[in-house]
């Protein structure tokens, strides 16, 4: 029940930076999930929602106590007792140029794995936001991330820690959630139409039992190196887009090292099925006759690519060309482009051909694909 429970108040990443955004000054909040799901990048997106504030990343991982704070042994000569000073890594040494402290963001990334020395030290600052006797400045965010306690790789936090702070769950990204972050972010269509036929490449180790129900993922019961995460996903497209560099075999052993070989073995697939596609440029300038595959995933990556690569100049040859895939394919197209997050939405909607379209085939712009 328990299980349940937490799975149903499991926020998404947009869900915890908003929580975060939102309380951030006042309280600490832990953001606990499975790893590789992007739980670092929360300070980027916290950073763009206030550009006043200095980003500070600290790596639990990698501190010991000095990294949190040194004795100024001067205070001795003073008035007989030593005072700890703040260590720079957490940004409270920062000013403008009047000489006022400036608000920051702190991240403590992986706060389950800290040396039990430096997670003591921090919880008076995460709960206090102070170091000895220096305070970060009133507006200053301090929140954590840490992966769960269940996947075996050493996160621990003890209960008075647990009880100082506010602990959610973030849940594990859909594979669709992942093509539309991938699409944003210029991954390579290769690995998007990989995903879109392989969704289990974006499974959680709790939504199986055994782990041979899924030998691509992590599972603390299976002795995997190397496993397919979000994040390792990511790393795939960035190998794939210098694919023209490496041979078959250095490409294939890349994508082994850094998802596995039964992953790896399936995007190679997909790569060789990328080579059936049409070039941009085929599509630019003869929409008509640009070949369209004739496999479903090569079809998809088309679309994927296109979503992820079209400018305004060829949105009309696009239109002439995707009229001639399958209706399957120019939904997937249509609900890309309705994306609250697609960055090329109003550049796509400002066109007349895409209205045009639209206006014609309202039951697939409206589609669930």
């Avoid at 790893?35 to 206030?50: N, P």
């Avoid at 210029?186 to 879109?196: A, F, S, V, Y």
């Avoid at 129900?213 to 019961?221: Q, R, S």
Wanted: hydrophobic share 40%.
């Amino acid at each position: 029940m328990t299980n349940q429970v937490h799975a149903q108040y499991a926020l998404n990443l947009d869900q915890t930076v908003n929580l975060i955004s939102t309380v951030g000054k006042e309280r600490t909040v832990l953001a606990q999930g499975d790893m590789g799901q992007g739980k670092s990048s929360m300070l980027t997106m916290l950073a763009e929602q206030h550009p006043d504030h200095v980003p500070i990343y600290f790596d639990m991982t990698t501190k010991d106590l000095g990294d949190v704070m040194i004795p100024d042994l001067g205070s001795v000569e003073k008035d007989g007792c030593v005072r700890m000073v703040p260590n720079e890594e957490l940004g409270l040494h920062l000013k403008d140029a009047n000489g006022n402290m400036r608000p920051v963001i702190v991240m403590v990334d992986e706060y389950g794995k800290g040396n039990p020395a430096v997670k003591l030290a921090l919880l008076r600052f995460m709960l206090e936001r102070k170091i000895g006797s220096v305070s970060l400045h009133p507006d200053s965010i301090v929140f954590a991330t840490t992966n769960k306690g269940g996947e075996g790789v050493g996160d621990m936090l003890p209960p008075h820690a647990c009880n100082r702070i506010i602990v959610v769950q973030i849940r594990k990204s859909t594979h669709l959630e992942v093509i539309e972050f991938g699409i944003n972010d210029g991954w390579d269509h290769t690995m998007l139409g990989c995903i879109k036929d392989n969704p289990q490449l974006c499974q959680s180790y709790e939504d199986v039992k055994d782990p041979t129900e899924n030998p691509f993922i992590f599972h603390p019961k299976a002795q995997r190196v190397s496993f397919s995460t979000p994040r390792s996903l990511h790393a795939c497209s960035d190998i794939l887009k210098k694919r023209e560099h490496l041979d078959d075999v250095t490409l294939h052993a890349a994508l082994i090292g850094t998802v596995g070989d039964q992953a790896a073995a399936l995007i190679m697939t997909h790569v060789k099925m990328s080579d059936q596609l049409p070039s941009l440029e085929s599509i630019k300038n003869d929409p008509k006759n640009a070949i369209v595959p004739k496999s479903v995933a090569a079809v998809c990556m088309v679309v994927y690519r296109t979503l992820s690569t079209l400018e305004k100049d060829w949105v009309k040859p696009w239109m002439d060309y995707m009229q001639r895939l399958d209706t399957e394919a120019q939904a997937m197209f249509a609900n890309g482009v309705r994306s609250p997050k697609y960055s090329k939405q109003a550049m796509v909607m400002g066109s007349q051909v895409f209205r045009d379209w639209a206006l014609k085939n309202n039951h697939l712009y409206t589609a669930d694909v």
